[in-house]
T-cell receptor, first 115, second 114 residues
Framework: AQKITQTQPGMFVQEKEAVTLDCTYD???????LFWYKQPSSGEMIFLIYQGSYDQQNATEGRYSLNFQKARKSANLVISASQLGDSAMYFCAMRELGGYQKVTFGTGTKLQVIP | KAGVTQTPRYLIKTRGQQVTLSCSPI?????VSWYQQTPGQGLQFLFE???????NKGNFPGRFSGRQFSNSRSEMNVSTLELGDSALYLCASSLGSLSYNEQFFGPGTRLTVL
């Protein structure tokens, strides 16, 4: 069964600094996808970045990059040059390829950017 | 391209009533998933539909049900509402149900049960 663990309930980061949000996962399926979502206080979940289990390179999308370490089963999100608008909840998620698997979400990390 | 829309955005009901929430996915998306989000339990998966068939179901009582129409629009129904059903209900659509299909979420329906 797939499982996602986010061990940081909350984090603070200074504006313009980089921050890493941790995510570890557990799966026995060799084929899976990893996702990160941002949820501002308004409530809407915003897709940020995707990493496939067979992707050779770490995914990047603008200021977001995913530090994918397959052997350690970790998929940490790195936000560079933090902005005040980055303050939000961040969720790591995974879906296995085998069968019709649901998307499993972690418990989230609340990031607060300090001016 | 229009995003995922959910109606209504806010809803207040009393215990014992039933409620129907609606979700219109992004055009061309055939998969719709529903989630319940509460401060105590986090984001919990309710069910997923693909081409009018329920593909997955979470651990919720039978009071929670859903369906998907031929145009991919989906509805979820909660009968005999309880106080604990107060939550933000999120709908997400994706092209398919494969591991690389990212989900796009709607703004949610905030349900309050009094």
């Amino acid at each position: 069964a797939q499982k996602i663990t986010q061990t940081q309930p909350g984090m603070f980061v200074q504006e313009k600094e980089a921050v890493t949000l941790d995510c570890t996962y557990d799966t026995s399926d060799p084929s899976y996808g990893l996702f990160w979502y941002k949820q501002p206080s308004s409530g809407e979940m915003i897709f940020l970045i995707y990493q496939g289990s067979y992707d050779q390179q770490n995914a990047t999308e603008g200021r977001y990059s995913l530090n994918f370490q397959k052997a350690r089963k970790s998929a940490n999100l790195v936000i560079s040059a933090s902005q005040l608008g980055d303050s939000a909840m961040y969720f790591c998620a995974m879906r296995e390829l085998g069968g019709y698997q649901k998307v499993t979400f972690g418990t989230g990390t609340k990031l607060q950017v300090i001016p | 391209k229009a995003g995922v829309t959910q109606t209504p955005r806010y809803l207040i009901k009393t215990r014992g009533q039933q409620v129907t929430l609606s979700c219109s996915p992004i055009s061309g998306h055939r998969s719709v998933s529903w989630y319940q989000q509460t401060p105590g339990q986090g984001l919990q998966f309710l069910f997923e539909y693909f081409s009018e068939t329920q593909r997955n179901k979470g651990n919720f009582p039978g009071r929670f049900s859903g369906r998907q129409f031929s145009n991919s629009r989906s509805e979820m129904n909660v009968s005999t509402l309880e106080l604990g059903d107060s939550a933000l209900y999120l709908c997400a659509s994706s092209l398919g149900s494969l591991s690389y299909n990212e989900q796009f979420f709607g703004p949610g329906t905030r349900l309050t049960v009094l």
